[in-house]
């Protein structure tokens, strides 16, 4: 009578399956990989279920010629590197107007050149260590990837073993100039690696932002009322998220959250 239960069951795929499987559960919200997303889906789909998914994101943000630059700054790096990069809802492409792309670099390689890295539960700490090795060399694959694309590491990517924990996967975030997107521009690696791209019009930087497969959080920079009226319209950002003048990441709690494309579909604390 009132009785409420709350469980956690740890596993493998094989506990997932049992959750998607059973008719007893009305919903469920799975986060992951999109393969695992579409495995998840057809399960549940089987049985007339519901079925909330959050999976990959390759969140971007755009920077028009009248952005506020150092209001710009703080949100980029915090979206970018908060949590070692590994958030749904990092920033991993600045999208840049050519007028202001070298002044912005500077200000941000600068800004990298100043975080504290090392034990997250020390005051001060602003980027603690990726979740293992294997996350590591993901991140130092895609930064090979784009050197050899055609894209400059300004800063980091490399380990960082002074000064930290024992036995911890520390690292250095990277920013990386790029020409033009790239082709591992359009996937995530869950790490601290932040792909600059320049654009000379809005409808360019709109069709950069939006061709990517996946579809989580947005966000630009403008005083301009009428770009950021397009980039929250239809015709803007194909994100289940759209931010103005706010980063892609930190005031989700509370608000409805989900994505579209390969994202998945549906939205925490929202209706569904």
């Known amino acids: 009578r009132g009785l409420a239960l709350s469980s956690v069951v740890v596993g493998g795929a094989d506990v997932g399956e049992a ?12 986060t992951g990989s999109t393969r695992m997303g579409a495995r998840v889906a057809q399960v549940v789909a089987g049985r007339l279920g519901r079925s909330l998914l959050e999976l990959g994101g390759n ?5 028009t010629p009248s952005a506020d630059l150092e209001l710009a700054l703080r949100a980029i790096a915090f979206s970018a590197v908060g949590t070692c990069g590994q958030r749904c809802t990092t920033l991993r492409r600045l999208i840049v107007h050519r007028s202001r792309k070298s002044e912005l670099l500077a200000r941000l390689v600068k800004v990298y050149g100043t975080l504290k890295i090392g034990d997250p539960r020390v005051d001060g700490t602003l980027v603690g260590p990726l979740v293992d090795d294997a996350a590591l060399a993901a991140m130092q694959t895609s930064i090979a990837d784009a050197q050899t694309q055609g894209g400059t590491l300004l800063c980091g990517g490399d380990r ?6 024992a036995g911890g996967a520390y690292v250095r975030p990277a920013i990386i100039d790029c020409p033009s997107p790239l082709p591992v521009t359009l996937h ?9 791209i320049p654009y000379d019009t809005l409808d360019q930087a709109m069709a950069i932002h939006n061709d990517v497969p996946q579809g989580l959080s947005s966000a630009i920079f403008t005083p301009d009322v009428r770009e950021a009226e397009l980039f ?3 015709a803007g950002s194909d994100c289940g998220i759209a931010n ?5 990441s930190g005031a989700e709690i509370g608000g409805a959250f989900g994505g579209e494309k390969d994202t998945g579909g ?5 209706s569904d």
Not at 188 to 196: D, G, M, N, Q, S
Not at 244 to 248: A, L, P, S, Y
């Open 19 to 30: 959750l998607a499987a059973d008719r007893r559960v009305p919903l469920v919200s799975a």
């Open 244 to 248: 103005v003048n706010i980063g892609t």
């Open 232 to 234: 929250v319209s239809p």
């Open 266 to 270: 549906g939205r925490e604390s929202g």
């Open 188 to 196: 995530e690696t869950f790490a601290p690696i932040l792909y600059v």
């Open 59 to 63: 969140n971007a943000m755009i920077v």
């Open 160 to 165: 960082v073993t002074s000064g930290v924990p």
